[in-house]
């Protein structure tokens, strides 16, 4: 749980920074995490893709993100799929994940409000940012 968190935050980090060490720790820690504890491979799959998205390596974050379960109610799932998915030239595919994303964000501002969820606001502000248009 502490590492998941730890990678957690470099991956949404909205700074560049290396992740090349965080990817292999992330890798080596799913490698070694029991058939029996699929939450745990589930979170470090989750933060291992968005890492990947934030270096660049779309199709390697796609084959982790896909492998999520749905049940998963948070926006940066379908956000960072749909980055990768976009920077791949897979836009009808993006878009999709893009208005889940967008779905996913307002739902989260309408139960916690829209001034106590930071999270949410810089998501949408990164999704804003991808797509060209304002942040709603």
Do not use: C
């Not at 896909?66 to 940066?76: F, G, K, L, S």
């Not at 976009?86 to 739902?107: P, T, V, Y």
């Not at 930071?118 to 797509?131: F, K, N, P, S």
């Amino acid at each position: 749980d502490r590492l998941f968190r730890q990678l957690t935050i470099l991956a949404l980090a909205p700074v560049s920074i290396d992740l090349e060490r965080p990817i292999a720790v992330g890798r080596d820690a799913l490698a070694r995490v029991p058939a029996s504890e699929a939450e745990t491979a589930n979170q470090l799959r989750y933060v291992l893709g968005l890492m990947l998205v934030r270096s660049s390596r779309y199709q390697d974050a796609i084959t982790q993100l896909e492998q999520v379960p749905d049940r998963r109610q948070h926006p940066a799932d379908k956000l960072f799929l749909g980055i990768a998915h976009q920077r791949l030239g897979h836009e009808s595919e993006a878009s999709k994940l893009f208005d889940l994303a967008r779905a996913k964000i307002q739902k989260r501002r309408d139960y916690v409000g829209r001034w106590d969820d930071t999270e949410g606001e810089i998501l949408a502000a990164e999704m804003a940012a991808v797509l060209g248009s304002p942040a709603n």
